[in-house]
């Protein structure tokens, strides 16, 4: 329990928990909203109630997430300031430049027009409607690349040296579009929108095998699987990019990704690890499951490797990342769902050309319709897994060969960091608690097919509710029929 007592321990383990938890949200966010914009797009070209029904559905969740991710952001931005000062102020001038851009062009963009694609169906010009569900999808998207040329700056640090204990900026342009970045930000827009994909297409597979509105979320479904047929092997192709670029930037990172000990010289071929028991201690893995001279092909697709694969043990255990296991086991537990999530795309397309998706149909393919619910979180676990790849690989340096961890964390007692650390734990808890509460609600009550659809001629015949009084019937002539 010495950890209780260690300022850097309980600032990273805060951190962690605080960025993995909100990381849920801003994922749905971005990805639904890019799915917001196909589906209100359908409705406008064909005017097909069902489509528009789908939008107004799935914008309740959209803002659940939206709010949800607001509250659990907040705090921990502000962990900049309270748990990591001496970081921000070593790289204030561009790191502090980069978050203050999301804040005013990202998150401003999408808050702005949100009102308007949540309560303007009625009151905006159809037109100005469908703009503001793009702007707010571009404008959550937009997060995504500024977090990510952060973080990949971080990773891959440019456009200036460090002068007296800060870094200073010669060329903003290199450090905002430094090495990681063009491949980190398509590998993680890619991951919002599959696990956002998966997401739709699991709640819509249960109201399939529940029967309910299956004409409707066969659209939804089918919808998510054709972007999926897409997106799902080239998050594969940009994770293996990412996974290069690892290789050839941060060696020791790849290192404790394999679990790999001693460095393979060049011209030999190498065996992969697929299961292994890493130890820090005696820096060996205890045992270990090998696919022989697979790891060559993995990295540069031939057997040979045609550079050597430098193996932990080459730097000092105080330059090089402690917790083998985890980035070991989070690397494959992250590549092992993306080779799912695939697969079950595949399997998906193999049954649609046999007519098995019509709304007759549909509801007969349980199996199916399972496999899709049970898949609908595992985006999530993949992304997270993938940060702590990210960020744990990167370990000991915050700013990579730059400034170390341990020197970058604020001069504060271990009891307050361990106070606040109790206190996020219980709300973020509390968050999630809440927001499964009213998300089920949501998705229990379904589509509101009460709604008014714009442009449709409203009937109003005669009802009758109690013996001798009759009201208007004011539902679209669609939903009365």
Known sequence: MEFLSNTVVLSRMQFALTACIHMLWPTL????????????GLWLRTRNPDYYYNARFWSKLYALNFGVGVATGIPMEFQFGTNWAPFSEAV????????????????MLEASF?????FGWERVNPAIHYLS????????NLSTVW???????MQSPAGGEMVNGKFVVHDYFKAILNPFMGNSVLHMFLATLETSLFVVGGISAWYILRNRHPQLFSKSFKIALAAAIIVAPLQIYVGHLNAEQVYRYQPEKLA???????TIPAGESADWSLLALPNNKTEKNDWEIDVPNALGYILEFKEKLSEPVLGLKEWKPEDRPRLVGVIYYSFRIMVGIGFLLAGLMFVSVIYWPLGRFSPEKITQQRWLMRA????????????DTGWIVRCVGRQPWTLYREIRTVDSASHVPASHVLASLTGFTITYILLLI??????????????DFNLPVPGVEVSKPAIKTTPGEFVADERPVEAQQ
């Open 29 to 40: 966010t971005t990805g639904v909203g890019i799915y917001l914009v196909i589906i209100e």
């Open 92 to 107: 204030g001038n561009f790191f502090g430049s980069v978050i203050g851009f999301e804040a005013s062009w990202a998150f």
């Open 114 to 118: 949100l009102g308007i694609m949540l």
């Open 133 to 140: 569900t793009i702007l707010v999808a571009i404008g959550a």
């Open 147 to 153: 977090i990510l040329s952060a973080s990949s700056w």
């Open 256 to 262: 404790a990704m394999e679990a790999q000990w001693n």
């Open 372 to 383: 899709w619910m049970f898949a609908a979180p595992l985006g999530f676990i993949a992304i």
């Open 434 to 447: 809440a927001y499964i509460y009213f998300g089920s609600r949501i998705i229990r009550r379904g589509p």
